[in-house]
C-alpha cells in the first residue's frame, strides 16, 4: 500500500551542527540526530566531552565528527563552520543550543562582565552561527535554525538579568530571523526549555528540585534533556517546513500556570 502523505520526516544524511553538544540538550540532541541518520558536527569548548560524544555516536554506528571551540570568540566561527563543511558538507541544520547561565543583580562589582560573557555566548554567537552558515541553509531552501533559549526568555527570576536578558533577546532574533528567511525556504524556530535536568541545574539537590516541581510544574518534575531533543528534532524535519517564528515552551506547562 503506497503512503497517502507527502511530506518527510527523515533527516538521513542531513548535516547538522549542535553546539553545546558535550552534554545535557546538546548530548541528548547530537544523539538522536545520529541515531535518525544526521552527519552531526558536536561543537562544545569541553574538549573531553566532545571526545566523549562522538564516541559514543561512532561507536553506535552513527556519523559524527567533534569540533572545540569557545563561541564567545565570534571570530572563530567563520572558521569553525569552514570546518564542519570540508568535513561533513553543506549544512542543512543548526542547533544553536550552547548557554552559560551568569547571575547577577545589577549592583554587583561582576555584572557588567557578566553581562558581556553572556550575550556573547547566548544570543551573538548564535546570530554569527546563522550568519557563517547562511549560504549552506539557502541553497536548497530547506535549511533548518533552532535556537535554543529558555523559559526566561519569557519570563524572569529575580538576580538573573544577564542571563535572562539574553535569553529573551533570543526569542526575538528568531522571530525576525524567521522573518527574514521566509521567502528562501529556511524555517527558523526557538525552544524554551523549563526545568531540566542538566549541567546547569546539576548544583540544585534533588529535594529543591522536587520541591520546586511540585509547586510550579503541572507535571510535578524536572524534564529530561531528551525531552528537549525530541522537540528539536521535530522542528528540523522536512515535513516540519510551515512553523516558522515560534516560542515553544518545554516546560511541563510551567508557562502556563498562573499560580
Same mark, same amino acid.
Not at 561582576?110 to 547566548?122: L, Q
Not at 525530541?230 to 502556563?256: E, H
Given at each position: 500500500?503506497? =503512503?497517502?502523505?507527502?511530506?518527510?520526516?527523515?533527516?538521513?544524511? =542531513?548535516?547538522?551542527?549542535?553546539?553545546?553538544?558535550?552534554? @545535557?540538550?546538546?548530548?541528548?540532541?547530537?544523539?538522536?540526530?545520529?541515531?535518525?541518520?544526521?552527519?552531526?558536527?558536536?561543537?562544545?569548548?569541553?574538549?573531553?566531552?566532545?571526545?566523549?560524544?562522538?564516541?559514543?555516536?561512532?561507536?553506535?554506528? @552513527?556519523?559524527?565528527?567533534?569540533?572545540?571551540?569557545?563561541?564567545?570568540?565570534?571570530?572563530?566561527?567563520?572558521?569553525?563552520?569552514?570546518?564542519?563543511?570540508?568535513?561533513?558538507?553543506?549544512?542543512?541544520?543548526?542547533?544553536?543550543?550552547?548557554?552559560?547561565?551568569?547571575?547577577?543583580?545589577?549592583?554587583?562589582?561582576?555584572?557588567?562582565?557578566?553581562?558581556?560573557?553572556?550575550?556573547?555566548?547566548?544570543?551573538?554567537?548564535?546570530?554569527?552561527?546563522?550568519?557563517?552558515?547562511?549560504?549552506?541553509?539557502?541553497?536548497?531552501?530547506? @535549511?533548518?535554525?533552532?535556537?535554543?533559549?529558555?523559559?526566561?526568555?519569557?519570563?524572569?527570576?529575580?538576580?538573573?538579568?544577564?542571563?535572562?536578558?539574553?535569553?529573551? @533577546?533570543?526569542?526575538?532574533?528568531? =522571530?525576525?530571523?524567521?522573518?527574514?528567511?521566509?521567502?528562501?525556504?529556511?524555517?527558523?524556530?526557538?525552544?524554551?526549555?523549563?526545568?531540566?535536568?542538566?549541567?546547569?541545574?546539576?548544583?540544585?539537590?534533588?529535594?529543591?528540585?522536587?520541591?520546586?516541581?511540585?509547586?510550579?510544574? #503541572?507535571?510535578?518534575?524536572?524534564?529530561?534533556?531528551?525531552?528537549?531533543?525530541?522537540?528539536?528534532?521535530?522542528?528540523?524535519?522536512?515535513?516540519?517546513?510551515?512553523?516558522?517564528?515560534?516560542?515553544? #515552551?518545554?516546560?511541563?506547562?510551567?508557562?502556563?500556570?498562573?499560580?
Amino acid at each position: 500500500m503506497s =503512503r497517502l502523505s507527502t511530506l518527510s520526516r527523515s533527516i538521513d544524511g =542531513r548535516v547538522a551542527i549542535v553546539t553545546g553538544a558535550a552534554s @545535557g540538550m546538546g548530548r541528548a540532541t547530537s544523539h538522536l540526530f545520529a541515531d535518525e541518520g544526521a552527519k552531526v558536527a558536536v561543537v562544545d569548548r569541553n574538549s573531553e566531552g566532545v571526545e566523549s560524544v562522538v564516541r559514543e555516536i561512532t561507536d553506535a554506528g @552513527g556519523t559524527a565528527k567533534g569540533y572545540v571551540a569557545d563561541l564567545a570568540d565570534g571570530d572563530a566561527i567563520p572558521g569553525l563552520v569552514d570546518q564542519v563543511r570540508g568535513d561533513l558538507g553543506p549544512i542543512d541544520i543548526l542547533i544553536n543550543n550552547a548557554g552559560i547561565s551568569l547571575p547577577g543583580v545589577i549592583t554587583d562589582d561582576h555584572w557588567e562582565e557578566n553581562w558581556i560573557k553572556s550575550f556573547a555566548v547566548n544570543i551573538t554567537a548564535q546570530a554569527k552561527l546563522v550568519r557563517a552558515c547562511h549560504d549552506d541553509l539557502v541553497r536548497n531552501a530547506d @535549511g533548518r535554525i533552532v535556537n535554543i533559549a529558555s523559559t526566561e526568555g519569557l519570563g524572569a527570576t529575580k538576580g538573573m538579568s544577564p542571563y535572562t536578558a539574553s535569553k529573551t @533577546g533570543v526569542t526575538g532574533l528568531t =522571530r525576525s530571523l524567521a522573518l527574514e528567511y521566509g521567502d528562501r525556504g529556511v524555517t527558523v524556530n526557538c525552544i524554551c526549555p523549563g526545568p531540566i535536568r542538566t549541567g546547569m541545574t546539576a548544583g540544585i539537590n534533588d529535594e529543591a528540585k522536587n520541591k520546586f516541581a511540585r509547586r510550579r510544574v #503541572p507535571l510535578r518534575r524536572y524534564g529530561d534533556p531528551e525531552e528537549v531533543a525530541q522537540i528539536t528534532l521535530s522542528l528540523v524535519l522536512p515535513a516540519a517546513s510551515y512553523l516558522n517564528g515560534a516560542i515553544i #515552551p518545554v516546560d511541563g506547562g510551567m508557562i502556563a500556570q498562573n499560580t
